[in-house]
């Protein structure tokens, strides 16, 4: 009782207490809070000064061991972001917010990893530099008095707009306030339906899960804007669950005990691929398992109903297998079982060669699922027969130009979506890239490519934004269609 009591005295004689170069007001007291963060400094030919430097825990070679995936028992990745005790931001981040914390790192501080304000990397293997699959963000900092304050504006002027420098930059504006409904295509208000949760503050986030729970190469969020929610709370409501296919083979056997008689399951999602189970959900209310065909009165109690993410092959990515511990009376194969998962958004995409000077991504299916989580209208997909003069849309009815159709032939300097067999089909991605474009980019893809058509004199942007495109104007009309 007396060390409780000295250590609130001492608590109450001082306004704050100084951790990691962070001025931490300690509860009670009215001293302003300096929130700083660790020392965005960062030096990877030499050994970690953490907590004076950013930390990892490969710093010259970050491919060999990754922070954000595929956690180890004892893992050390965790203090790249956060902090137990001396934090400054929510969720235990080591800088005041998440934007802070992503660009912390990916803002060309730490030189071994994606830089997404420049586009670029330093090449593992020989130190060159390379472009960014997604584009960058560009962002630049007022000047005079405001040199802390990010310019949120695009420049679509060629680079005469005051204090910005970065001509026809176009972005995804993941600094601002921002809310996901605003986007192109999107609803335009902040109110749930079921083609999302709507109201979403747009930042890296809304995008990509830093915890890899999507399970993709690029970290992509696997509930972009809630849609997978949605999905859920609309089947529970419909009464219209999932019906499980019993597996008897192909079981990991560290997912089997020696004399239990649990059983294992696998279900199909919308689109008829076995579905993946979103990981961080399968412990909570989210889950409602059913002997029967629910509603049923017979529910399996969720602690005994436990997922495990199956790599995939071929046209199938990867999913999830359920295990249901044993019951009594045990389940059969004669037994119906059914429920209700809150299902992952699968984006199957490659990587080869990560961080090196020939690393390639390639995209096989879900992005323009994923594209239009936020971008409703714009998402074709779904619409059976869709042409260039079908009028389509949730939010407005309006003619789209179809995604997701077969393309014959590969058109330089875009980029699609690669079946297993190789046949190529139209995706977002194919004319947009995903962070930003500006001039320098359009340089260094198109002219410094030798992208046919293309010279430093004529990639400029007539009138209007860049609007994220791999080609500047409508170049990648004509790329294609070659009127």
Same mark, same amino acid.
């Given at each position: 009782?007396?060390?409780?009591?000295?250590?609130?005295?001492?608590?109450?004689?001082?306004?704050?207490?100084?951790?990691?170069?962070?001025?931490? #007001?300690?509860?009670?007291?009215?001293?302003?809070?300096?929130?700083?963060?660790?020392?965005?400094?960062?030096?990877?030919? #030499?050994?970690?000064?953490?907590?004076?430097?950013?930390?990892?825990?490969?710093?010259?070679?970050?491919?060999?061991?990754?922070?954000?995936?595929?956690?180890?028992?004892?893992?050390?990745?965790?203090?790249?972001?956060?902090?137990?005790?001396?934090?400054?931001?929510?969720?235990?981040?080591?800088?005041?917010?998440?934007?802070?914390?992503?660009?912390?790192?990916?803002?060309?501080?730490?030189?071994?990893?994606?830089?997404?304000?420049?586009?670029?990397?330093?090449?593992?293997?020989?130190?060159?530099?390379?472009?960014?699959?997604?584009?960058?963000?560009?962002?630049?900092?007022?000047?005079?008095?405001?040199?802390?304050?990010?310019?949120?504006?695009?420049?679509?002027?060629?680079?005469?707009?005051?204090?910005?420098?970065?001509?026809?930059?176009?972005?995804?504006?993941?600094?601002?306030?921002?809310?996901?409904?605003?986007?192109?295509?999107?609803?335009?208000?902040?109110?749930?339906?079921?083609?999302?949760?709507?109201?979403?503050?747009?930042?890296?986030?809304?995008?990509?899960?830093?915890?890899?729970?999507?399970?993709?190469?690029?970290?992509?969020?696997?509930?972009?804007?809630?849609?997978?929610?949605?999905?859920?709370?609309?089947?529970?409501?419909?009464?219209?669950?999932?019906?499980?296919?019993?597996?008897?083979?192909?079981?990991?056997?560290?997912?089997?005990?020696?004399?239990?008689?649990?059983?294992?399951?696998?279900?199909?999602?919308?689109?008829?691929?076995?579905?993946?189970?979103?990981?961080?959900?399968?412990?909570?209310?989210?889950?409602?398992?059913?002997?029967?065909?629910?509603?049923?009165?017979?529910?399996?109690?969720?602690?005994?109903?436990?997922?495990?993410?199956?790599?995939?092959?071929?046209?199938?990515?990867?999913?999830?297998?359920?295990?249901?511990?044993?019951?009594?009376?045990?389940?059969?194969?004669?037994?119906?079982?059914?429920?209700?998962?809150?299902?992952?958004?699968?984006?199957?995409?490659?990587?080869?060669?990560?961080?090196?000077?020939?690393?390639?991504?390639?995209?096989?299916?879900?992005?323009?699922?994923?594209?239009?989580?936020?971008?409703?209208?714009?998402?074709?997909?779904?619409?059976?027969?869709?042409?260039?003069?079908?009028?389509?849309?949730?939010?407005?009815?309006?003619?789209?130009?179809?995604?997701?159709?077969?393309?014959?032939?590969?058109?330089?300097?875009?980029?699609?979506?690669?079946?297993?067999?190789?046949?190529?089909?139209?995706?977002?991605?194919?004319?947009?890239?995903?962070?930003?474009?500006?001039?320098?980019?359009?340089?260094?893809?198109?002219?410094?490519?030798?992208?046919?058509?293309?010279?430093? #004199?004529?990639?400029?942007?007539?009138?209007?934004?860049?609007?994220?495109?791999?080609?500047?104007?409508?170049?990648?009309?004509?790329?294609?269609?070659?009127?």
């Amino acid at each position: 009782m007396k060390k409780i009591l000295f250590f609130v005295l001492l608590c109450t004689c001082f306004s704050f207490i100084a951790f990691n170069n962070v001025a931490v #007001a300690v509860a009670g007291t009215t001293t302003p809070t300096t929130l700083i963060g660790t020392p965005k400094v960062f030096v990877s030919t #030499a050994p970690t000064t953490f907590p004076d430097e950013i930390y990892l825990p490969n710093e010259q070679y970050p491919s060999q061991s990754p922070i954000h995936s595929d956690f180890s028992a004892n893992t050390n990745a965790c203090e790249s972001c956060h902090l137990a005790h001396t934090a400054v931001g929510p969720n235990l981040l080591q800088w005041p917010t998440n934007f802070d914390t992503c660009t912390a790192c990916h803002d060309g501080t730490v030189t071994t990893t994606y830089d997404v304000e420049s586009g670029t990397f330093l090449a593992e293997d020989n130190g060159s530099t390379q472009i960014c699959n997604g584009g960058l963000f560009g962002f630049e900092y007022a000047s005079g008095t405001n040199t802390n304050k990010l310019i949120s504006r695009d420049d679509n002027t060629g680079g005469t707009t005051t204090g910005q420098t970065s001509a026809y930059l176009s972005r995804h504006h993941v600094e601002s306030n921002l809310e996901d409904d605003a986007a192109p295509g999107g609803k335009g208000s902040a109110t749930p339906d079921q083609y999302g949760t709507w109201g979403n503050s747009f930042g890296c986030e809304e995008c990509h899960d830093p915890h890899g729970n999507g399970r993709n190469a690029r970290l992509l969020n696997p509930n972009p804007n809630g849609i997978e929610t949605e999905t859920y709370d609309l089947r529970v409501t419909a009464q219209n669950p999932y019906t499980l296919t019993l597996v008897t083979t192909g079981i990991p056997i560290q997912y089997i005990t020696t004399g239990d008689s649990a059983t294992f399951y696998t279900f199909t999602d919308d689109t008829g691929k076995l579905a993946r189970v979103l990981k961080d959900t399968i412990d909570w209310a989210n889950v409602r398992v059913y002997r029967g065909t629910s509603p049923s009165t017979v529910q399996i109690n969720s602690d005994n109903v436990h997922a495990y993410w199956m790599d995939g092959s071929g046209t199938q990515p990867g999913y999830s297998i359920i295990k249901i511990d044993q019951q009594s009376p045990a389940l059969t194969a004669s037994d119906t079982v059914t429920g209700y998962f809150v299902t992952a958004l699968v984006v199957d995409m490659d990587i080869t060669n990560y961080l090196q000077s020939n690393e390639t991504v390639t995209y096989r299916s879900g992005i323009n699922h994923f594209c239009g989580a936020c971008h409703t209208d714009f998402a074709t997909m779904p619409v059976s027969g869709t042409t260039n003069s079908t009028l389509t849309g949730v939010y407005s009815q309006q003619t789209h130009h179809p995604i997701g159709i077969v393309i014959t032939n590969p058109v330089p300097g875009l980029k699609f979506e690669v079946d297993p067999d190789g046949t190529l089909h139209l995706s977002c991605l194919s004319c947009h890239v995903a962070h930003g474009v500006n001039q320098t980019y359009w340089q260094e893809t198109l002219v410094d490519a030798g992208i046919p058509g293309f010279t430093s #004199a004529n990639i400029y942007e007539t009138a209007g934004s860049s609007y994220l495109k791999r080609m500047p104007n409508m170049g990648v009309c004509e790329a294609c269609h070659q009127f």
